[in-house]
């Protein structure tokens, strides 16, 4: 399973300060931890960005691919900045991802960009209006976005759909949905769709010291169910990930498989 | 529209190996189940390297052993027979006399015949203890100090003397047989352990245990394919070392291989039984995933080939 490392979210005070202050010393730190525990992918969230976006995507693109060789998944509702950060992107550490489409007409464009850069790209499944209340809607939503990609001319197999995880503390009755949404969505083509998560969000408004095992057991519950890459802490859910493909058959046992 | 047979392609690909410095050999390298060349890329031909001792073969039954009548006395003259009259592409030569039970030579002794035998040949040479845990672990250490810029292998590293003998392997430039008992988990710790120790992954060859035809030749097959497998459809690294079948050892010391004529006259001739017996458990294991093999009898390593030529 593919794990991009949330780490480098704007969200985060140290990454804010040095996106902001173009410090690229933590924000290659951040990376170059990210990928020595597991990363295949590293997320680039630098939020809205209305103001100089574009510059700010392309720095922190050509700031990642400097210390780490993988490709990056570029976070932001700016188009331009996406735009400009796939031009920077180097397409020979792995194929770029663009993080997000989904029903809502403002993210069509994002689909386009996909097409025209032949990257792949994550399917929020939600519209413009509330959230969606079950599997069966998100993957109405999900066939929407599919025959959309297919029109734009971007091949199914770049889509990752993401069936939006929610908070545990406030809607605990979707966590059991979300898990079933990820079994329905690859039932929606053949070769089955890919799928995304971002993890995290379970936890999230959780105390600390119980943010970790509600992410590392969810995991194991997605990953059951074939999830195809998460967005989240690799140091966190590495341990599960080898574990579960181990359990799982994907990967060879051996008495240190979690050294491997 | 014309029929077009699908193709199963794989992420992984077996590393390919290189041993000797005169005259160099290349085994593994694939990308593709064995022999499968019409589905990805099998650059080269399995290797055969042929059995010599530093003692005389005593425990050979007699219709191998007559074919080294005359020079399977002396190492040297063995493996100059081997290269010479038989074309021998690699020699494996098996330290046996070191063994507590045997002769218990001397890890000096042992080094002086690889010095030797390395003088007399140009073809790569295999370097193999007598398979007890403690000697060789002296023995191969001076052993590969002995064959130090031959570009030789060395074998074999088990789970409980790994790390002297690979450690050795490692500071005199030679490959490595990492061999564990027919259990693919246990073979896959073994090269995890080698590589922690920093053994270069791409210079070990996978020993999986050998057993011939009638005596668990089926666990070593399903082994070896496993392992194949997870090098190539899981891209597994640290099982992509290419694999030794070491037949002769296991072949020659059966009832099938030794049972005479006189007692057993329904089980056909006693030499070509051994022959079959031999080339058969070999080409089934080239079958199963084997790049490298150690054999005996020529007939026997001349109808492999021919397999192979046939299959490649």
Known sequence: MLIIGEKLSIIAKRVREAMMKRDKGPIQEIAVAQKNAGAGMIDANIGPAEDGGEELMEWMVTTIQEAVQLPVCLDTTNYAAIEAGLKVHNNDYGTPMINSTSNDPERFPMLELAAKYDCLIIGLTVGKGGLPADEEERSAIAAEIMARAMEYGLPLENLYLDPLVLQIATTQEQAVKVIKTIKMFQELNDPPMKTVVGLSNISNGCPKDVRHILNRYYLALLMYEGLTAAIADPVEVIETVKTIDVIMGKTLYAHSYLEM | ?312
């Open chain 2, 1 to 312: 529209m014309a029929f077009v047979p699908p193709k199963e392609s794989f992420a992984g690909r077996v590393f390919p190996v290189t041993i000797g410095t005169g005259v160099q050999q290349t085994f593994g390298g694939e990308n593709t189940l064995p022999f499968h060349s019409f589905e990805g890329e099998v650059p080269n031909r399995p290797l055969i390297a042929y059995e010599i001792q530093d003692v005389p073969p005593e425990d050979w039954p007699e219709t191998v052993r007559k074919l080294y009548d005359g020079v399977s006395d002396d190492p040297v003259k063995w493996a100059k027979y081997c290269e010479e009259e038989l074309k021998a592409k690699a020699v494996a030569l098996r330290l046996v006399g070191t063994h507590p039970d045997s002769k218990d030579l001397s890890a000096e002794d042992a080094a002086k015949t690889v010095t030797d035998v390395l003088g007399a040949i140009k073809v790569p040479l295999i370097v193999l203890g007598s398979n007890h845990v403690e000697k060789d672990s002296e023995v191969l250490v001076r052993a590969a100090e002995a064959a130090k810029g031959h570009d030789c292998i060395i074998g074999k590293a088990q789970e409980a003397n790994y790390k002297t003998i690979a450690a050795a392997a490692m500071a005199n430039g030679h490959k490595l047989i990492a061999m564990s008992e027919l259990d693919i988990n246990l073979s896959k710790q073994l090269n995890i352990l080698l590589t922690q120790m920093g053994f270069d992954k791409e210079k070990l060859i996978t020993d999986p245990m050998c057993s011939a035809l009638g005596y668990g030749l089926e666990y070593t097959y399903s082994v070896m394919e496993r392992i194949r497998l997870a090098a190539l459809a899981q891209n597994d690294a640290v099982m992509q070392p290419p694999m030794l079948a070491d037949v002769g050892m296991y072949v020659w010391k059966i009832k099938e291989t030794q049972a005479p004529e006189d007692v057993l006259p329904e089980w056909g001739s006693l030499e070509e039984r051994g022959i079959a017996w031999e080339a058969v458990t070999a080409s089934s294991l080239l079958m199963a995933g084997a790049e490298l093999l150690i054999m005996r009898h020529q007939k026997a390593v001349e109808a492999v080939e021919l397999f192979v030529d046939e299959l490649m």
